[in-house]
């Protein structure tokens, strides 16, 4: 049974735009954080952004500050990464992760207990 779902990837030019969304399983997005990781060709997957149940604070990796907007619409279950400025090395599969607590997702390794099966996103310089 599939309980994170993501769309919104594609194929855009250097300093353009895509939204990202995951619509989750009611019982998944109210009970959890909520998060954003990438992977792209050879490397591992990466932190990118999440955003807490309790106040909707949220955490960022640098690359992506001021670029990157992550969201929670709690009556929609759906979790959302506006990502703007794209750079080129902006691709890769983007996977939508649910974890307990935030800080899960932001350690070393990162932690969660579900996964997205990922949208590509790729950016052409």
């Known amino acids: 049974q599939v309980q994170l779902v993501e769309s919104g990837g594609g194929l855009v030019q250097a300093g353009g735009s895509l939204r990202l969304s995951c619509a989750a399983s009611g019982s998944i997005f109210s009970s959890n954080a909520m998060g954003w990781f990438r992977q792209a060709p050879g490397k591992e997957r990466e932190f990118v952004a999440a955003?807490?149940?309790?106040?909707?604070?949220?955490s960022l990796v640098d690359s992506v500050k001021g670029r990157f907007t992550i969201s929670r619409d709690n009556a929609r279950n759906t979790l959302y990464l506006q990502m703007n400025s794209l750079k080129p090395e902006d691709t890769a599969v983007y996977y939508c992760?649910?974890?307990?607590?935030?800080?899960?997702?932001?350690?070393?390794?990162?932690?969660?207990?579900?996964w997205g099966q990922g949208t590509q996103v790729t950016v052409s310089s």
């Open positions: 955003v807490s149940r309790y106040d909707s604070s949220t």
């Open positions: 992760a649910a974890a307990v607590r935030k800080t899960y997702m932001t350690s070393t390794p990162p932690r969660a207990n579900y």
